[in-house]
């Protein structure tokens, strides 16, 4: 898939499931779960063991899912994670030579940044969106607003403390996708194959990201003025 169609699908789908697995089989099982509920999208993170293997069986054997690699920390690693089939990057904090790693490769990448200045850089090299993180900590929907007043056309992700209850709000106040980890694919439901739910919680926050977004392009219609 190429960069724009990678960053397409992000955009459309809106959700980044943060995948944290320790063998083939449960991140398989984890991929094909959040698939099947509505999101062919799956981050792995580099905290989990062997994640680079993993990420090399996601991208052979689920064709279907946009296979990632998240918490890179050095270019060495992400290097790695490109030549295993991650079709995005992504990294907690900004590291401006993984996102020209990222530019030269015409590859999608997601740089971490939580300052104003953070941000601007971020996106000035090239990052194609820019994960804000860790949202909750530092004011959570209203961080993502106060950052949209002077940065209305550079795309966030909101990462760290989203849940059901603060996915809509996140939507909301800007956010044009959102990090997701346990409170999507939750440990519990990969160690004992609970996949319905979460195919459930999958559908539930397509469903808050669908009506969030569908409330904003409310907000803007025209309002019809009578005669």
Known sequence: MKKAEVRA????????????????????????????????IVEITLTTPGAIALITHLAKFHTNVL???GTILDIDTAKRCLDAGAQFLTDPCLDVELVELAVKQDVVVLAGALT?????????????????????????????????????????????????????DFI???????????????????????????????RRFMRLVRAARERIAASREPVAISK
Do not use: H
Not at 131 to 149: D, H, M, N, S, T
Not at 179 to 199: D, F, N, W, Y
């Open 172 to 202: 909301l106040a800007g956010a044009s996708a959102l990090g997701i980890g346990g409170e999507l694919i939750p440990r519990t439901a990969i160690v004992k194959r609970q996949a319905e739910q979460v195919r459930e919680l999958s």
């Open 67 to 69: 296979v990632g690699a």
């Open 9 to 40: 699908r992000i955009e459309e789908i809106g959700i980044i499931p943060a995948v944290r697995a320790s063998t083939d089989e449960d991140a398989s099982f984890a991929a094909e779960a959040v698939a099947s509920g509505g999101i062919p």
């Open 116 to 168: 104003p200045t953070e941000v601007i850089t971020a996106w000035k090299a090239g990052s194609d969106f820019v994960k804000v993180f860790p949202c909750a900590q530092v004011g959570g929907e209203a961080y993502i607003r106060a950052l949209k007043g002077p940065f209305p056309k550079i795309p966030l992700v909101a990462a760290g403390g989203v849940n059901q209850q603060t996915a809509t």
